[in-house]
């Protein structure tokens, strides 16, 4: 009776598909089982292979944009799940003899309201490697530094130009790493990312993400 009276007062709708009574239907539900294989240019030379599971349109931009900006609905189970079937398909070419997991942070105004996204994806990619028979574990060892601002809203041009964001916690391992980002726009965050993490010793071997935009993707 109060579920129905609830939703008489503010009615649910499947994050992805808009369909009543549900927040996340079960067609929406299982668009984690299947992910593509993605490249992010790091340079003329070289290519991050990884894993996305798919790309930013449709039902998944919504389900991503419920997951960070709506606090509402608690899409951690689904984004762990789909952390899963990126870690069992994501490539390690290296021949390493265990994995650091590394979510890319997020803003400050993110941590207040909870909406912390890419560890809750990174624990599923863990678990989804560890399946696979790889030794991994999440290592959260970087973050964002003081008065850096986010991507949101910014189209690809300014997104290009963001530079030296990232402070890395602690002394470096010589990891063998594999970033998780919820969304790759121009690839610019995964780059910092990877530069500060190399020139301390470690090594990105993949990347993994939920979504990525077409380079021609007017949500850009």
């Known amino acids: 009776m109060m579920h129905d009276l609830l939703n008489l007062i503010v009615p649910s709708t499947c994050a992805g598909c808009r369909a009543w009574d549900t927040s996340l239907c079960d067609r929406c539900r299982q668009l984690h089982r299947n992910s593509i294989p993605v490249a992010v240019e790091m340079s003329e030379n070289r290519e991050l292979s990884g894993r996305a599971i798919g790309e930013y349109s449709g ?6 944009l419920a997951a960070k ?4 609905r608690d899409l951690s189970r689904w984004l762990f ?3 899963i079937e990126l870690g069992e398909h994501v490539r390690i070419d290296h021949e390493v003899e265990s994995v650091a997991v590394i979510p890319i942070p997020s803003g400050i105004a993110r941590y207040w309201r909870g909406m912390l996204i890419t560890p809750t994806i990174a624990r599923g990619v863990v678990a989804g490697l560890q399946r696979s028979g790889v030794c991994a574990s999440m290592e959260p060892v970087l973050a964002m530094k003081r008065r850096t601002r986010t991507q949101a809203g910014k189209n690809r041009s300014e997104r290009r130009q963001r530079r030296n964001v990232f402070r890395l916690r602690g002394v470096a391992a010589s990891r063998a790493c594999v970033l998780v980002d919820d969304v790759i726009t121009t690839g610019t965050t995964i780059r910092e990312a990877v530069s500060i993490l190399e020139q301390h010793g470690d090594v990105v071997v993949a990347v993994a993400t939920v979504a ?9």
């Open 59 to 64: 039902y998944l931009r919504r389900i991503t």
């Open 212 to 220: 990525i935009v077409p380079t021609s993707s007017p949500h850009t």
């Open 69 to 72: 900006h709506d606090s509402r």
């Open 81 to 83: 799940n789909a952390g």
